[in-house]
């Protein structure tokens, strides 16, 4: 007679041969176990789930939170690990853990889960090789839905490499401001590079005044504004708009309006979108888009990739 736990060990043999064959297959072949084996791919943890906590910039956040269908509050119920011959492209000084968890509450997410989830991540193992026991440990995923198993559970793709977090009231709210804003009415564009820039000298020395145009994905207009007044500290700003605003102001740190622009920008004005002519008005340009993303400081990550 086969017991309970040797059921429970081929259901999860099984899924990981399907996870196995859809990872040495063509991309684009359809069948419902390769939809199974791509529901049920893994994730992997930089380090525990308390160290990605703790190094997730507001950047992670808002590139994990854009990528994910739901973010979930949960318990885990119960955890396997997968044998290694078994969790393709497993890396060194990890396990592959199915994990069985109870939903606690839905962070984020226009959907309706079951009580009941089910996922597949890696996490590290310690100096004697072991897993940790996630056992009862609450934690906050980002996901994809990927359907249900056979006896309801809702089955999640975690988004991206870094995805399962460990759950802490002060975490929850950090989370929340980050997901607020990406709800909010009249959401800055995402920026899709440089349209035009022009640097127009002023009368006096030391005196002038930079436009920059962006290009969107929507199409609405951008653009930064770099004025400079003799004796005085260069200052700029973003029109979100039509008008192009003389006195508007550079987004705050950590908030949308700044990730869409840090985070987007390119590294150099692209030569072609500096409309002077003349070498030293060019230069005033480039000069002052130099300045712009030395103010915005870096688009900082250290859970997700670029």
């Not at 308390?50 to 119920?77: G, H, K």
């Not at 989370?175 to 709800?183: C, E, Y």
């Not at 004005?269 to 005033?284: G, I, W």
Request: proline content about 6%.
């Amino acid at each position: 007679m086969i017991s309970v736990n040797e059921k429970f060990t081929y259901k999860i043999m099984n899924l990981c041969l399907v996870l196995m064959a859809v990872l040495v297959s063509p991309v684009g072949v359809s069948s419902a176990k390769a939809q199974e084996s791509v529901e049920l791919s893994p994730t992997y943890a930089l380090g525990s789930s308390e160290d990605l906590m703790s190094r997730a910039t507001y950047v992670d956040l808002v590139t994990l939170a854009e990528a994910s269908d739901v973010v979930v509050q949960v318990e885990i119920r119960r955890q396997t690990q997968v044998m290694a011959e078994r969790a393709p492209g497993l890396a060194p000084g990890f396990a592959r853990l199915y994990i069985e968890a109870n939903t606690l509450a839905l962070i984020s997410g226009r959907t309706t889960l079951g009580e009941s989830l089910v996922y597949l991540v890696d996490v590290p193992v310690n100096e004697k090789g072991k897993a940790p026991k996630l056992r009862k440990r609450q934690m906050l995923l980002f996901a994809k839905l990927a359907g249900r198993t056979a006896k309801g559970a809702t089955q999640l793709q975690l988004t991206g490499k870094y995805a399962q977090f460990a759950y802490t009231p002060a975490f929850e709210e950090r989370l929340k401001t980050v997901l607020t804003s990406l709800v909010a009415p009249q959401q800055p564009p995402i920026i899709t590079g440089i349209s035009d820039a022009l640097a127009v000298p002023g009368t006096l020395v030391g005196e002038s005044e930079t436009q920059i145009f962006l290009t969107t994905a929507d199409g609405s207009p951008v653009s930064l504004t770099v004025l400079r007044r003799p004796g005085l500290r260069a200052v700029w700003g973003v029109s979100w708009g039509e008008i192009i605003d003389s006195a508007a102001r550079a987004p705050l740190p950590e908030t949308l309006r700044w990730y869409r622009l840090a985070c987007a920008l390119p590294q150099r004005l692209p030569s072609s979108a500096n409309l002077a002519r003349d070498p030293t008005a060019r230069r005033l340009a480039a000069r002052d888009y130099a300045f712009v993303l030395q103010e915005l400081g870096p688009c900082a990550r250290a859970v997700t990739a670029n």
